[in-house]
């Protein structure tokens, strides 16, 4: 489980699983691959639930990412498609993403999630 803060507006919490394939050369990890089912849970005047399925490559140090979000406050529902880049080793990521709109993008209640 992972909590988050979004530095002026909200809190949220992630919820999951992760499913992570480790390539080494020795003992060194060059690479991985990780498959990540789960949800974001927030609360902006209301619950929004945000259900992703993410792809992860690791190589060395660099992450790339992708996933379809699919955030709904259970009137409405917004699906977004985040690409990330980043870096990182085995216990440590830092990565940008950007929510890109596919479904509803002016729905302003989700796209701060």
């Known amino acids: 489980m ?3 803060i979004n530095y002026s507006r909200f809190l949220f919490a992630e919820i999951g ?5 480790v390539y080494r050369m020795g003992v060194i990890p060059t690479n ?3 498959i990540t089912y789960g ?3 927030s609360y902006l005047n ?3 639930v ?4 993410q792809a992860r490559i690791h190589l ?4 790339l990412s992708v996933a379809p979000i699919l955030r709904t406050d259970f009137r409405s529902a917004s699906l977004k498609l985040r690409p990330e880049i ?3 080793n085995q216990s440590f990521d830092l990565n940008y993403g950007y929510n890109a709109g596919v479904i509803n993008d002016n729905f302003e209640k989700l796209a701060v999630l």
Do not use: M, P, Q, W
């Open 2 to 4: 992972a909590v988050g």
């Open 17 to 21: 699983h992760n499913r992570s394939y």
């Open 32 to 34: 991985s691959t990780t």
């Open 39 to 41: 949800a974001e849970v």
């Open 46 to 48: 209301g619950l929004v």
């Open 50 to 53: 945000a259900l992703k399925a």
């Open 60 to 63: 060395l140090f660099i992450d």
């Open 86 to 88: 980043g870096f990182g």
